[in-house]
C-alpha cells in the first residue's frame, strides 16, 4: 500500500471551502469566495418567481427532488451564516418549505 501526502506551501492555502492567505505580516486572511462561487454556479439558474410570497396550488416533489431542495436549502444556510448574512431572510423562507416542498419551492 502507498501512502500518499500532499504539501502545500507558499502563502495562499485552501481548505474545506476557505482561502487562507498568509501572506500579509501578522494577519490572516480567510474568504469564501470559492465556495460561494461554487454554489452560485450549482444552484442558480433563474432568478424568484413573481408570486414566490403568494402560496398558490403545486405538485409536491418526487422524494429524491425533495431530499436534493433540502440539502440546497441547508447548504445555503451554511454559507449565508458565515459570508453572507443578507441572504438569511432567503434562506430562512425557504427552510419553511424543506418538510413539504413543491415543483414552484424546487423553481
Known amino acids: 500500500m502507498i501512502n500518499i501526502v500532499n504539501v502545500t506551501r507558499g502563502l495562499v492555502h485552501s481548505y ?18 470559492g465556495y460561494v462561487k461554487d454554489i452560485i454556479n450549482k444552484y442558480v439558474a433563474t432568478p424568484a418567481l413573481d408570486y414566490l410570497f403568494h402560496l398558490r396550488e403545486s405538485p409536491p416533489l418526487q422524494q ?28 430562512s423562507f425557504m427552510s419553511t418549505s424543506v418538510l413539504s416542498s413543491t415543483e414552484d419551492d424546487w423553481c
Do not use: N, Q
Not at 425533495?66 to 448574512?85: C, G, M, N, Q, W
Open 16 to 33: 474545506i471551502g476557505m482561502t487562507l492567505d498568509f501572506s500579509m505580516p501578522d494577519k490572516v486572511t480567510t474568504t469564501m469566495e
Open 64 to 91: 429524491t427532488d425533495a431530499d436534493e431542495f433540502h440539502s440546497r436549502v441547508a447548504t445555503l444556510i451554511y454559507l449565508s451564516k458565515r459570508v453572507r448574512p443578507d441572504a438569511l431572510t432567503l434562506c
